[in-house]
Every structure is written in C-alpha cells, then in structure tokens.
C-alpha cells in the first residue's frame, strides 16, 4: 500500500508477531522466493496472539498492510531480508459486506465480498513508481502512482531528488519506472442470493503482482481487500462521480459447489426420513411447480435432472459428465417457461437466461474490447460458465445466438470451454446441467414431423441432450376441464392448500445438497443387465445402418444414477433402471416413432430426418418437378403442389415443411407463390 506514512512503532508491533507466529512460513517462501513472494496471514491467528493489532488492522488497513509489509522486510531469512506481500485471510463477520451493500461509508474499509467472476481483463504492466524526466532541468524525478487508473506527474521538479524546484512540463520515462503486473476483474453477486428476477450487482476488483492470472471467470471467490475510489473520465473531462473499486490483498478460492448450503444435524436426521418414505419420488415431483397442472413425466425428469449422476474421469483424464441435459419442446403457452422458471428457484448456483443471452458473453464466453477494461481485451463469462456447478436453465434456446452455436457443443459434453484470442488463452469450466426449451419454428408443433425440422437448432447440438421432451396441445375434454379448474382455482386462491409443494423448497435444496455432498450411487448387476439389455433390444428394432447413439446408453446411466440418488441409495438397483428406462422409452416414443410406418426410428433422432420423410420429400419434388414440366413457364403454384400432394394423403403441413426442406437444400426455387425445380 503506497502513500502510507512509516509508522516505527507500528512496524515493531508487526514485526513482533510475525516473528514469533510466521517465522517459519517466511523461511519457507524464503526458498522459493521470489517465485512465491505473498505470506498469507490467517485473522483468527492474529486476533488471539493480539488482538489490539488485529482490530487496529480492521480500522485502519492500508496503514497496517504498509507497515506489516515493511516489518517484513526486517525479518532475517536464510537468503537475507526479502520483500512479500501481505495478505490476509478469514475475515472477521464485520468485514463481511455484500456485494449490493457497498456504500460510501465502507470507502477506505477493509472488506471482505463474496462474489462470481465475471470478466477479467489482460494483464497490464502499470508504474507503481514512475519516473519523470523534467523537461525544463532535465532531472529524473521519481512520483509514487497511488491509486487511480492516470497517471500522476510530480507536482513539481522536487528539490529533494535533485530537481530544479520548479512547476515543470515532465516526459514518463516507462524502462526507469518500477513496474507490476496488474488485471483488472469483474465479480459479480452469487445468483443464489438474489431474489427471483433481480439483476446482479457488480464491482470492479483491482489485482496486483503474483494475483495475477490466478482466477478465471466463471470461479466463486471470497475477495479481501480495501475498498476505494476510482475517478472516471469521459473524453478529456473527469466525471463528478467516482466508481467504488476493490484494491485485492487477498483471493480465496471456493471449490465446492453445494457448500453454501449448511445441512445441519437436526437436518440430516429429517433427509434421512425422507429419503425412507415410499413416495420419496412423487414427493419431489410434486414439489416442483406446484401451481402447474399435470406434466408429470416432465416434472418427475427435473426431479431427476435436479439429482443428477455421478461424474467420474476414467484412468485417461477423459471426464465423463455427470449432468443430464434436458430439453423441453412444444406449442407455446404450454407453461415450459414456468418449469424452467421454477427448476431456477429450487436449484442451487443456477442461472437462468434467455437463449438471445442477456449479456455481451451470451451463452459461452467471448473476448471482447469493452468498457470495462478501458479498450483492452477482456474475458466474459457466458451463462454456462457463470453456472459452473449448478444448472442453466435457458429459456427459448432456439433464438441463441451464432456466436455461441459451435462452443456450446464443447461446453455441453466436455464441459469445459478453450478460449484463444488476441493473447487471452483460458479453459473455462461449464460443469453444469443445462435446462432449455424451444418453441417450434412454424408455431405450433406437428408430431408426424421430425423435430429437428421444427426447432430452429443444429442436429449435433439436439443430440447433446439426454433427454428430450416435446409438450404438445392436443384438446382433451376431460384433462381440459381439470386444468380449468386448477388454473382457476390458483388465480382465485393463490394460498390455496393443493398449490403448496409437499417439500419445501429450502428443505428441499437440503436435499438434494446433501445427496450431492454424499451419494455416490455404483450400478448393481441387476441394473446393469437390464439397462444393457434395453439398449441392445432397442439397436435391434432399428434398421440396419441405423442405430440409437451411445448417448443414449449414457443418459440411462445418469438417469438410473440420479433415481438412486434420489433414495439417498448407494447402489443404483434394478428399479432405478427401469425408471430411467421409463424416460427414455417415453422419449424415444415421442421423438422417434414413425406414427406413419409404426417403426421406431432412431435414425431420426441422430440424424434428423426420417425414412418416411425422406420419402415424402421425394415425393413432393417429384410433384413440383412434374407441374414445372407441364407448365408454360415453368413455374408451379403451391395449391396446384397441394393439390396433387392431398391425392397422395400427405397434409398441407407437411407440405409446407418439405418444400422448406427442399428449398434449403437447394432443391426448389420459391418466387412468391410460386415454385420452380433448380435442375
Ligand atoms: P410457454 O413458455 O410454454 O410458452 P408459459 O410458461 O409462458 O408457456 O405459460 C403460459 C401461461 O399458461 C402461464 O401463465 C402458465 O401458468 C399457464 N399454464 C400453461 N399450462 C399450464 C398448466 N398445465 N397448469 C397451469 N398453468 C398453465
Ligand atoms: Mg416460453
């Protein structure tokens, strides 16, 4: 901390107990000093050895941290003294402040913030002392750079270092200045402490020396440091207002991901009986969105979704995911958005997003020259990396952008996202479980249809999901009518008994963190035969050069993982199979049935298109290629097209996606109403 006065007294004080408590760490940092040149010094040691320094640190730090770090260099050591940065960690609860709290008053405090990473900038070499050279004298001046993103000139050629006195013009003379590695992150409010739909609240953070490159975005940190000023400048004028900025004296890193949530004995004692309860299953489901009627099989897979699987690395480093993705298609104004909604609030470290995104980084990342690192390139963190541990949840997925359509494949399966751009080079992990939904492209959703026609999204990336499952709005006199009653009975009593969930959602983020925390479910014999012997039937019921994926085989694993989790069961047992079993089979059903040939194709969900379709695409071009033929001008008309295609029993929907499909592939040239055969 520079611009602090020297305070002898105060430098003894430290140098006392550093001596007596950090002797032998300093020794040790000694030996590979200076690759190591931070002593990190923990607040409840320093609060029992003396506690009048330890309070004196809270009210006054930057003094003490300059003063610490010059008793530092007082300490012998078995290479002489050595200069390290003083670093403090386990704050006390009064220095704890969140994120959203920060005010005036806490300027000049030293604070302690919990926050996400968001961006973070290159690393810039910035004076901590410049030199100057007077351009009247000639004399090298040196100028202490405190804080602020300028740089500060002497106020004049000072006498004492050899200059001529004078108020004088100075040149920054950049090789005689002493220089340190700075970078500049963005850090972010948890998303679990805000209250449904806020927006979080970010601060700048300033890092300095061996900080450095020691976090990435998309980390969960703790950050020490004195909170400060920055002054910002538009064009050549400095603006009235200033911008709060935390100065880093320390980084503590936080790995786990369910460990914000404390489970407590009394706790453990009520999961434990939960888990035992026979209905433990239709709990949990009805426990999610309560106020939405029906959709049980949607609602007990994001219970399972919510659980998840067991991630493992095989003996090659090759990471196997643990996450299940799921994605919900279908007819719009099928409440998909308030599921995803509700799946948000019950899931921890989740975030939810629109698939437009919400900010610069969209659904990824992206290194981008903004603002925030004054023209320099910085790191942004998208959705997935912010969810890192916990879940996306990213309503109508099909708008996403371009920019992210390739690197999310990487970040679904490999979970990890490698940036390469203008000198940024980083891994950015995305261990999370995506929720998404899509609305089909031509509004409503026709089930004879493939669904990689009707969604506006790249087959590679569908198949990414573990499970997919399509809402569709199809008039049922009796489930209509309960539905009307619910949704009713909801508007009118919104505190009605039937809408409170069976588990509360706080009890039941204690759950599913406890199972997470404990659970390692490992698959029975019994488990594995019948889920082996599903996948091998099912490969038989396909055609021959077509075959269900081994994705397919992986989702049962994670689905049969997260059943048993469910029970808090170690052992994934021959019903959790068949639960998983259930899903996909159901999905397998709804995706890949051929309600026109009655045989199950897969091929459609791997490829996106089916045999049926492929034949009524043939069909269709041979029609337009007819009606061009007998045309004078060699153009068709899409009702004389229907026309013909209605002979053939084949729908005005159907007609329509086909001539699409023919048009994309450059097949069939459409003016207006009119269609013609490219030859
Ligand atoms: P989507 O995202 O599928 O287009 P929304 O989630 O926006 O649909 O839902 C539209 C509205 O209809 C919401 O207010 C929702 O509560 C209501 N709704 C739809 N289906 C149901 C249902 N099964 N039970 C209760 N409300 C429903
Ligand atoms: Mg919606």
């Not at 790249?458 to 009518?481: A, E, Y």
């Amino acid at each position: 901390m520079q611009g602090s006065p020297l305070d002898e007294s105060l430098v003894q004080q430290w140098k006392l107990f550093l001596e007596d408590y950090y002797k032998k760490d300093i020794e040790t940092i000694a030996l590979s000093y200076p690759n190591n040149r931070s002593l990190i010094i923990d607040y409840d040691k320093l609060d029992k050895a003396c506690p009048n320094l330890a309070n004196n640190l809270v009210s006054n730090p930057s003094n003490n941290l300059f003063n610490a770090e010059e008793a530092i260099k007082d300490i012998d050591t078995a290479i002489g003294n050595i200069e390290l940065h003083f670093r403090i960690e386990n704050l006390p609860d009064i220095c704890k402040v969140n994120l959203r709290d920060i005010r005036v008053e806490h300027v000049g405090n030293l604070i302690s913030v919990d926050g996400l990473v968001k961006k973070r900038t290159e690393i810039l070499p910035e004076p901590v002392i410049g030199a100057f050279k007077c351009q009247k004298c000639g004399a090298m001046i040196n100028e202490e750079q405190t804080f602020s993103e300028f740089l500060q000139e002497p106020s004049e050629c000072y006498e004492n270092q050899g200059g001529c006195g004078r108020a004088s013009t100075f040149k920054f003379i950049e090789n005689k200045s002493i220089l340190i590695d700075t970078q500049r992150i963005q850090i972010q409010e948890h998303p679990e402490g805000l209250r449904g739909g806020a927006r979080p609240k970010k601060i700048t953070v300033l890092l300095e020396d061996d900080l450095v490159d020691c976090i990435c975005p998309g980390d969960r940190v703790c950050i020490n440091g004195i909170l400060n000023l920055i002054q910002r400048k538009k064009g050549s004028h400095t603006l009235k207002s200033s911008m709060y900025v935390i100065d880093a004296c320390n980084i503590e890193l936080k790995e786990h991901s369910y460990e914000e949530i404390e489970v407590f004995e009394e706790d453990r004692k009520k999961i434990l009986e939960l888990s035992k309860d026979p209905d433990i299953y239709s709990k949990i489901r009805n426990s999610i969105a309560p106020a939405i009627y029906g959709l049980d099989v949607e609602k007990e897979l994001l219970s399972f979704q919510l659980f998840g699987g067991v991630p493992k690395t095989t003996s090659d480093r090759t990471h196997i995911r643990g996450d299940i993705h799921v994605l919900l298609i279908g007819d719009p104004g099928l409440a998909k958005s308030q599921l995803l909604h509700n799946v948000f609030r019950i899931t921890p470290r989740s975030i939810l997003c629109m698939g437009r995104g919400s900010s610069g980084a969209g659904l990824t990342a992206s290194v981008v020259k903004d603002d925030f690192g004054d023209g320099q390139w910085t790191l942004d963190a998208g959705v997935l990396v912010l969810a890192d541990m916990g879940m996306a949840c990213i309503d109508e997925l099909d708008k996403m952008r371009d920019s992210d359509r390739d690197a999310i494949h990487p970040a679904m399966e490999q979970q990890e996202i490698y940036i390469s751009k203008a000198g940024i080079n980083a891994t950015l992990k995305t261990r999370c479980a995506v929720l998404a939904t899509a609305n089909p492209k031509l509004g409503r959703f026709d089930e004879y249809g493939s669904i990689h026609e009707q969604i506006n999204l790249p087959s590679t990336l569908i198949s990414r999901f573990d499970v997919i499952l399509p809402i569709i709005d199809k008039p049922d006199t009796d489930l209509d009518s309960c539905m009307a009653n619910h949704i009713l009975s909801v508007h009118c009593n919104p505190n009605d008994d039937n809408i409170v969930p069976a588990i509360n959602p706080e009890f039941l983020r204690k759950y599913i963190a406890y199972a997470k925390q404990n659970i390692k479910p490992v698959l029975t014999d019994e488990a594995e035969r019948e889920i082996h012997n599903f996948y091998v039937k099912i490969r038989n019921m396909s055609h021959k050069s077509i075959t269900i994926t081994p994705r397919q085989l992986e989702a049962l694993i994670r689905l049969s993982e997260a059943s048993a989790k469910i029970r808090l069961s170690d052992k994934v047992s021959f019903d959790d199979a068949k639960r998983a079993i259930f899903f996909i089979d159901y999905y397998l059903k709804k995706v890949g049935f051929d309600f026109e040939t009655g045989i199950l194709d897969y091929d459609r969900i791997a490829t996106g298109r089916s045999h049926s379709q492929q034949e009524r695409m043939r069909i269709i071009n041979s029609i337009v290629t007819r009606l061009c033929s007998e045309s004078l001008d060699g153009w068709t008309k899409f009702d004389d097209i229907m026309h013909e295609a209605e002979i053939k029993g084949i729908n005005e929907s159907i007609v329509e996606i086909s001539l699409e499909r023919l048009k994309k592939e450059n097949m069939v040239e459409q003016r207006g109403e009119k269609y013609k055969v490219i030859i």
